[in-house]
């Protein structure tokens, strides 16, 4: 499965974004798929993710409240609507898929996009 990922940028404290990420050449049954993200000298943590079929959908306490994540399945594509952004939310966001029972391991995960830049400026 390959993923693209878009929709990053740069907004002031409180603004909003809304990431993008589309999935191609494979198949998607039973997996899962969803965002990680990683500020400078930070590990890579986990956003939030979505079960193809939409069933279950989990996030991080740090954006819960904030982010919510969605799907269309007519162009395997998910979204991330990021509202409230911090400054702390700056880092390069990736799009991930791999089996839900992986989740959210990012070093069990199949399939990584290009990371986004997200920038909030305080």
């Known amino acids: 499965v390959q993923l693209q990922a878009s929709g990053g940028g740069l907004v002031h404290s409180g603004g909003s974004l809304r990431l993008s990420c589309v999935a191609s050449?494979?198949?998607?049954?039973?997996?899962?798929m969803g965002w990680f993200r990683q500020a400078p000298g930070k590990e890579r943590e986990f956003v939030s993710a979505?079960?193809?079929?939409?069933?279950?959908?989990f996030a991080a306490d740090a954006v819960k409240g904030r982010f919510a994540i969605s799907k269309h399945n007519a162009n395997n594509t998910i979204h991330l609507q990021m509202n409230s952004l911090k400054p702390e939310d700056t880092a390069v966001y990736y799009c991930?898929?791999?089996?839900?029972?992986?989740?959210?391991?990012?070093?069990?995960?199949?399939?990584w996009g290009h990371g986004t830049l997200v920038t909030v400026s305080s």
């Open positions: 979505i079960s193809w079929d939409g069933g279950i959908k």
């Open positions: 050449g494979g198949t998607l049954s039973r997996q899962m």
């Open positions: 991930a898929a791999g089996p839900t029972e992986n989740w959210p391991r990012p070093d069990r995960l199949d399939s």
